[in-house]
């Protein structure tokens, strides 16, 4: 455990990364965000410093796991005055949702340097963060995946190596795309069986011993019923990541309605506000008489 760790994004998935690998016993010694107040509340907890600049992290540390929004902000922070400055022989473990031609872009840049990068997509949510039981998908150069292997290895309860860079990207868009689309047909769902007057417990628990059974049903069908969106992985995420899935099928000429409709509801929930609720919040577009949209 000689390498020292560093975080770029500290919000609920990269701070409880941060502290389950402290909580392991890795030198956690630098964190970023462009939320300062959260960065150095986080700093504070865990003894480490809260960078003002992105080329202060690398400087600080050995492996440094991005954990950002999107491929604007992917980008950006890979600037040559940012994490690319003195990165000779440093290790980026990319975690965000973006697209594959992204990552592409990004280890290229870092190999100009002599930094190495690897994709480590993540499934599951914040509690799976803390307790080091997320499902990784990895994805880059194989001598770069097994030398973190067993730093990812304290953050994962499973983890598959993918393939070369950009890879394990379009294995996320898919993995998300189809976990929209059944959250969207769960909503629909639960939102007839409540219009024509089903007792939806009853409803749910029938869902879950034939066809209609899935992860979301169990993730996410009580807050449907009860309108508990507290969020774990927002509307907002929903839209950006079913967006990637359309734009990687379309390139190859597929049409795909399913994923085209429930990006537009997903869509329709950020322009209607809701954006920051957790993607189950998609019942409040289907249940009579909830959203007013």
Do not use: W
């Amino acid at each position: 455990m000689s390498e020292k760790i560093g975080f770029v994004g500290v919000g609920r998935m990269g701070a409880n990364m941060a502290r389950r690998l402290k909580d392991c016993g890795y030198d956690v010694t630098a964190v970023y965000d462009v939320y300062t107040a959260g960065a150095e509340e986080l700093a504070s907890e865990l003894g480490c410093e809260a960078c003002q600049e992105l080329s202060r992290v690398t400087e600080l540390a050995d492996v440094i796991f991005t954990v950002v929004t999107d491929d604007a902000a992917m980008l950006s922070i890979f600037a040559e005055d940012g994490l690319l400055k003195g990165a000779d022989g440093k290790t980026f473990v990319n975690c965000a949702t973006i697209s594959p031609a992204t990552h592409l872009i990004v280890e290229a840049a870092a190999e100009k340097v002599g930094a190495k990068t690897l994709e480590g997509c993540m499934a599951s949510s914040i509690p799976q963060a803390r307790e080091g039981t997320l499902y990784l998908m990895c994805g880059g150069k194989e001598e770069t995946f097994k030398a973190v292997e067993p730093i990812l290895e304290q953050l994962s309860s499973s983890m598959r190596y993918v393939g070369k860079s950009g890879e394990a990207a379009k294995v996320k868009a898919l993995v998300n795309m189809v976990m929209n689309i059944n959250t969207a047909a769960l909503a629909e769902g639960l939102g007839i069986g409540d219009a024509v007057g089903l007792d939806l417990n009853m409803l749910r628990e029938v869902f879950s011993q034939t066809g209609a059974n899935s992860n979301v049903l169990k993730t996410d069908g009580e807050d449907m019923q009860i309108r508990d969106h507290e969020c774990y992985f927002s509307a907002a995420h929903a839209a950006k990541d079913s967006g990637i899935a359309l734009e990687l099928g379309e390139s190859t000429g597929l049409t795909l309605p399913l994923a085209a409709a429930t990006k537009a509801q997903y869509d329709r929930m950020v322009a209607e506000g809701l954006g920051d609720l957790d993607k189950s919040g998609i019942a409040e577009l289907t249940f009579k008489g909830r959203h007013a949209g």
